[in-house]
């Protein structure tokens, strides 16, 4: 992705501190939020002075970007290692599958709900720093989704496939992240199912909208 915030990272010394300053922007945001985070707190984690920061990046909002890219590296490999064979879909319990499913893209978010949380935000505050990068993401896991639903289609009640693909990722994600990111700031307040326990509970309303007959 294009970022006019970053200058271009090409000596093998540049790529090195490059990464030095992500591994420490990392490490910042398991602790704190990134407005908490300075460029002198970034410098000193990497072990760099603040001048070699801003030789490398314009100002610490332009490690925004890396940062969403790291979001989609990792949520492409997460996405790789849970793939499910298509005759193991097709036999499976929908109701089951669906559990094991959300169980893992809950773990994934909570695990990555530092890089998540800042990239989710900064890029609403700042929309020029991704650009319409999100719509392909949210693309790409329609049409997963909508490939799963065929594999299952014998086990699905709602006659219109996109639609249902396009319902289900709204229900899981937005719960799923919402609960994730900002349990004790939002609706996920007042929920007392935690861990794999609420991720069984966003699947089994998944599944019952699945199974669910049109009126």
């Known amino acids: 992705m294009s970022n006019s915030f970053a200058r271009p990272a090409i000596q093998a010394r540049s790529i090195k501190t490059q990464k ?5 922007l990392e490490g910042l945001l398991r602790k704190k939020d990134f407005d908490a985070i300075s460029v002198p707190d970034l410098a000193a984690e990497a072990g ?3 001048g070699t920061v801003y030789r490398r990046f314009e100002n610490k909002e332009a490690l925004i970007p890396l940062l969403f890219e790291l979001w989609k590296a990792r949520s492409a490999l997460q996405m790789e290692t849970a793939a499910v064979e298509a005759d193991e ?3 499976a319990d929908l109701r089951q599958l669906l559990r094991k499913q959300m169980r893992a893209a809950y773990r994934f ?8 949380r800042a990239v989710h935000l900064q890029g609403r505050l ?3 720093l ?8 949210w693309q790409d896991a329609l049409a997963g989704n909508r490939a799963f639903l065929e594999l299952v289609r014998d086990k699905v009640r709602q006659p219109d496939l996109d639609r249902a693909a396009e319902m289900m990722i709204y229900i899981a994600n937005t719960a799923l992240v919402e609960k994730a990111l900002f349990n ?3 609706p996920g307040y007042v929920v007392s199912a935690a861990g794999d326990a ?6 089994d309303i998944v599944f019952g909208y699945l199974s669910l007959s049109p009126a």
Do not use: S
């Open 20 to 24: 030095k300053l992500m591994d420490a």
């Open 109 to 116: 978010i909570c695990e990555q709900a530092h890089i998540l």
């Open 130 to 137: 991704i650009g319409e990068d999100w719509k392909q993401l």
């Open 198 to 203: 609420f991720a069984d509970e966003i699947a």
């Open 48 to 50: 760099v002075a603040v």
């Open 184 to 186: 004790e700031d939002g």
């Open 89 to 91: 879909v097709a036999c």
């Open 126 to 128: 700042r929309p020029q």
